[in-house]
Nanobody
């Protein structure tokens, strides 16, 4: 069974940076595409970014493009989300997810982590 554990969340000021990590276990990490999602209080969960397993292609939501970077280290079974130029509207619980699809559609994910809180103060 796949397990995903996020870490790296916290409180940061507007304009600051954080790097989230998600550690994968239970299967072969390099065979899974990985995604990051976020959910603000009282709002729906939204897609943030994804990275495919095959060639590492990436895709971002317009709201984070140019500020966030998703990457993966297959030797560490870990996916990262580098978040720069953070804004108060980035405040949310951030979740990582794993998909067996080469290029998963927005919600085509098989496993989810428990989330890590990111709070950006103004």
């Amino acid at each position: 069974q796949v397990q995903l554990v996020e870490s790296g969340g916290g409180l940061v000021q507007t304009g600051g940076s954080l790097r989230l990590s998600c550690t994968f276990s239970g299967r072969t990490f390099s065979s899974y595409s990985m995604g990051w999602f976020r959910q603000a209080p009282g709002k729906a969960r939204l897609f943030v970014a994804r990275i495919s397993w095959s060639v590492g292609s990436t895709y971002y939501a317009d709201s984070v493009k140019g500020r966030f970077t998703i990457s993966r280290d297959n030797t560490k079974s870990t996916v990262y989300l580098q978040m720069n130029s953070l804004k108060p509207e980035d405040t949310a619980v951030y979740y990582c997810a794993a998909s067996k699809a080469v290029v998963p559609s927005t919600w085509d994910y098989d496993y989810w982590g428990q989330g890590t809180q990111v709070t950006v103060s103004s």
